[in-house]
T-cell receptor, first 117, second 114 residues
Framework: AQSVTQLGSHVSVSEGALVLLRCNYSSSVPPYLFWYVQYPNQGLQLLLKYTSAATLVKGINGFEAEFKKSKTSFHLTKPSAHMSDAAEYFCAVSTDAGGTSYGKLTFGQGTILTVHP | GAGVSQSPRYKVAKRGQDVALRCDPISGHVSLFWYQQALGQGPEFLTYFQNEAQLDKSGLPSDRFFAERPEGSVSTLKIQRTQQEDSAVYLC????????????FGSGTRLTVV
């Protein structure tokens, strides 16, 4: 079984400030971890993914995340927020396609990021 | 095509009406998933196809929901006798077999049952 908890349904930052969105996961086998962004009335766009290579993963638009196995965390960060970063962000976990999980994604509840000028 | 295409983008159905939602995945993608995203929630898994075989339908909320992918490419999610609680965005995603390659999502179909 796998699950994801995103801490904080809303995060508000000033433009230029650090962005930190928190994600903790639970998985009985080595996980694949993803961060997606969703703009209003749009689908999900992949920001970055962890697939058991480097634990610090760099993604698009200046975002990065660090996989910490001991803390079962995969927090998303960006050094300097931009107005265009305002959106909803989802953390998700999947496992290998073998077995009965078939690689399906389990999502967190989402975090809405607001960026103030 | 270059991405996952879903149609229609918006659907308004009267309660009790049947609806069909279409997903056209990326060519060559073996795996196809359907997710349901209620307002203010994260997407939740509905069903999974590997080529034309529906290997997991554990997330379908009731027997009013039915999905098919007869030729291993285009998939249709059908909801019979729609109810208000079916109102949600239905997302389709496709991928190669291993999740390490990632998933590509369509823009979704927003279903509103009135």
């Amino acid at each position: 079984a796998q699950s994801v908890t995103q801490l904080g349904s809303h995060v508000s930052v000033s433009e230029g400030a650090l962005v930190l969105l928190r994600c903790n996961y639970s998985s009985s086998v080595p996980p694949y971890l993803f961060w997606y962004v969703q703009y209003p009335n749009q689908g999900l766009q992949l920001l970055l993914k962890y697939t058991s290579a480097a634990t610090l993963v760099k993604g698009i638009n200046g975002f990065e995340a660090e996989f910490k196995k001991s803390k079962t965390s995969f927090h998303l960060t960006k050094p300097s927020a931009h107005m265009s970063d305002a959106a909803e962000y989802f953390c998700a976990v999947s496992t290998d396609a073998g077995g009965t999980s078939y690689g399906k994604l389990t999502f967190g509840q989402g975090t809405i990021l607001t960026v103030h000028p | 095509g270059a991405g996952v295409s879903q149609s229609p983008r918006y659907k308004v159905a009267k309660r009790g009406q049947d609806v069909a939602l279409r997903c056209d995945p990326i060519s060559g993608h073996v795996s196809l998933f359907w997710y349901q995203q209620a307002l203010g929630q994260g997407p939740e898994f509905l069903t999974y196809f590997q080529n034309e075989a529906q290997l997991d339908k554990s997330g379908l909320p009731s027997d009013r929901f039915f999905a098919e992918r007869p030729e291993g490419s285009v998939s249709t999610l059908k909801i019979q006798r729609t109810q208000q609680e079916d109102s949600a965005v239905y997302l389709c995603a496709s991928s190669l077999v291993s999740p390490s390659y990632g998933y590509t999502f369509g823009s979704g179909t927003r279903l509103t049952v009135v």
